[in-house]
T-cell receptor, first 114, second 113 residues
Framework: EAEVAQSPRYKITEKSQAVAFWCDPI?????LYWYRQILGQGPELLVQ????????DSQLPKDRFSAERLKGVDSTLKIQPAELGDSAMYLC????????????FGQGTRLTVV | DQQVKQNSPSLSVQEGRISILNCDYT??????FLWYKKYPAEGPTFLIS?????DKNEDGRFTVFLNKSAKHLSLHIVPSQPGDSAVYFC????????????FGTGTRLTVIP
């Protein structure tokens, strides 16, 4: 069964360091999302891509976060510098297109900033 | 401001009984609703969805009910099984345009054998 792949599964980093997460969506899925889930809360959208273009990054803290999907397939989310408050689960999801609302999630990357 | 709310953080149900998980939303423009199930250390898994043109959708043991006038939806699991123990997230979306999901805070369901 096709899956959204994410790496690493777990990451511990010191504050002020840079950290990056990778996501490979389900093959053929044009829409890719990065969500952040803080413990005890629901996932919140950080950025949404349609192919290689950003559709929505209004909730992305652009002073420290960046995301790219250069060839419209896999994607990288970067944080530089990391802060203690960035500790969370970072989830990648994909869907067939903007017309398809069912999103499939990867297993996530659990980030701990110390 | 939380547009999708799950007011019960936890629910315990006896195996074989019905589990009812509730969700409320504030934005009347939402037109598609989904339930996701999440196990610890895993990403959410899609469970069932419903469009705003319907008031009920059923898939095996899972049924979602939508009451648009009350801006309320619920997920019924019958019969509940121990393997259903997980956190359940309600999510809402707009079917046109940027269709990102707005999630509730989740309800932890425990099914007691």
């Amino acid at each position: 069964e096709a899956e959204v792949a994410q790496s690493p599964r777990y990451k511990i980093t010191e504050k002020s360091q840079a950290v990056a997460f990778w996501c490979d969506p389900i093959s053929g899925h044009a829409t890719l999302y990065w969500y952040r889930q803080i413990l005890g809360q629901g996932p919140e959208l950080l950025v949404q891509f349609q192919d290689e273009s950003v559709v929505d990054d209004s909730q992305l803290p652009k002073d420290r976060f960046s995301a790219e999907r250069l060839k419209g397939v896999d994607s990288t989310l970067k944080i530089q510098p990391a802060e203690l408050g960035d500790s969370a689960m970072y989830l990648c999801a994909s869907s067939l297109s903007l017309l398809n609302t069912e999103a499939f999630f990867g297993q996530g990357t659990r980030l701990t900033v110390v | 401001d939380q547009q999708v709310k799950q007011n019960s953080p936890s629910l315990s149900v006896q195996e074989g009984r019905i589990s009812i998980l509730n969700c409320d939303y504030t934005n009347s423009m939402f037109d598609y609703f989904l339930w996701y199930k999440k196990y610890p250390a895993e990403g959410p898994t899609f469970l069932i969805s419903i469009s705003s043109i319907k008031d009920k959708n059923e898939d095996g043991r899972f049924t979602v009910f939508l009451n648009k006038s009350a801006k309320h939806l619920s997920l019924h699991i019958v019969p509940s099984q121990p393997g259903d123990s997980a956190v359940y997230f309600c999510a809402a979306s707009f079917q046109t345009g940027a269709n990102n999901l707005f999630f509730g805070t989740g309800t932890r369901l425990t099914v007691i054998p």
